[in-house]
């Protein structure tokens, strides 16, 4: 047990829609960051949130957006879906200078 | 820039066969660290080891060991006596110096494929 989940497990959206992804972790996890893994790659890093801000983004656009809350949880947005956009999200918490825990993903297909 | 290479796609092994796992990095930074994960079929991301950049003392847990060699920008893990149930896929990841801005930016590998045959 990694002490982070994810939800939901699988989702299925259409080109244009718009998608939450949803994250909670526990107690002491004040980091927080989101991946996306496409199929047979290694997970690429989208951004992270430090004590609710975000601190740090990969090369990802505007259209992904994310929010860390008080109570340990996060969301992953992504707005305008492609089908570029189908892949396997994952969230990884910890604290602050340690090693990630991360959920078991979600997977999302765009169609 | 940062990069992690995983030049073994897929490994295919018998029961208690051992077998490594490469991994090379290429980073700027004179402080780092590296780290291995495990990723069954479920999907979730298993935390095997992290290693900074300055202890590069080799690492033994169990069945597992790894070797970090600075001054060939390796890091490579070892499974001996392997297991069905280490089938898996594996990725070498790299972050930078110890900081909260990097604490969650992990540059992964492609990841290697091990399948360990009964």
């Known amino acids: 047990e990694t002490g982070v989940t994810q939800s939901p497990t699988h989702l299925i959206k259409t080109r244009g829609q718009q998608v939450t992804l949803r994250c909670s972790s526990q107690?002491?996890?004040?980091?927080v960051s989101w991946y996306q893994q496409a199929l047979g790659q290694g997970p690429q890093f989208i951004f992270q949130?430090?004590?609710?801000?975000?601190?740090g983004r990969g090369n990802f656009p505007p259209r992904f957006s994310g929010l860390q809350f008080p109570n340990y949880s996060s969301e992953l947005n992504v707005n305008a879906l492609e089908l570029d956009d189908s892949a396997l999200y994952l969230c990884?918490?910890?604290?602050?200078?340690?090693?990630?825990?991360f959920g078991n993903g979600t997977r999302l297909t765009v169609t | 820039a940062q990069k992690v290479t995983q030049a073994q796609t897929e490994i295919s092994v018998v029961e208690k066969e051992d077998v490594t796992l490469d991994c090379v990095y290429e980073?700027?930074?004179?402080?780092?660290?590296l780290f291995w994960y495990k990723q069954p079929p479920s999907g979730e991301l298993v935390f095997l080891i992290r290693?900074?950049?300055?202890?590069?003392q080799n690492e033994i847990s169990g069945r597992y060991s790894w070797n970090f060699q600075k001054s060939t920008s390796s890091f490579n893990f070892t499974i001996t006596a392997s297991q069905v149930v280490d089938s898996a896929v594996y990725f070498c990841?790299?972050?930078?110096?110890?900081?909260?801005?990097?604490?969650?930016?992990?540059?992964f590998g492609q990841g290697t494929t091990l399948q360990v045959k009964p």
């Open positions: 990884a918490a910890g604290r602050a200078g340690d090693a990630l825990h």
């Open positions: 107690s002491g996890h004040n980091t």
């Open positions: 949130y430090y004590r609710e801000e975000e601190n």
């Open positions: 980073t700027r930074d004179t402080t780092y660290y």
């Open positions: 290693r900074n950049s300055f202890d590069e």
């Open positions: 990841a790299l972050r930078g110096p110890r900081g909260s801005s990097n604490t969650g930016k992990l540059i």
